[in-house]
């Protein structure tokens, strides 16, 4: 089993910067990809970026340029640096990874951002 907890989000001014953090424990040896999702009140959960173990990054088209996603092995974290942030930012943001075993997927709590004057 993996376990995963974020930590950082918070409220915001729209321009403003947060900085998401997902630390995983257990098995970590058995994660492969890594991922932030989000959703926001009344929307469906959306992938806002991905970083593999070897540190390839895919974003999101309505976050690039802003956010950066990175990932330490040894620490066993996964980072989203959130820049320029925007009201239609406001979500609560999940941690995910997928993982050597087949279909079997881990999701954290997840930890509210809200961008608002």
């Known amino acids: 089993q993996v376990q995963l907890v974020e930590s950082g989000g918070g409220l915001v001014q729209p321009g403003g910067s947060l900085r998401l953090t997902c630390a995983a424990s257990g098995d970590i040896y058995t994660i492969r990809t890594m991922y932030w999702h989000r959703q926001a009140p009344g929307k469906q959960r959306e992938l806002v970026a991905g970083i593999s173990t070897g540190g390839s990054a895919t974003y999101a088209d309505s976050v690039k340029g802003r956010f950066t996603i990175s990932r330490d092995n040894y620490k066993n974290t996964v980072v989203l640096q959130m820049n320029s942030l925007k009201p239609e930012d406001t979500a609560k943001y999940y941690c995910?990874?997928?993982?050597?075993?087949?279909?079997?997927?881990?999701w954290g709590q997840g930890t509210r951002v809200t961008v608002s004057s």
């Open positions: 995910n990874a997928d993982s050597i075993r087949r279909g079997v997927e881990y």
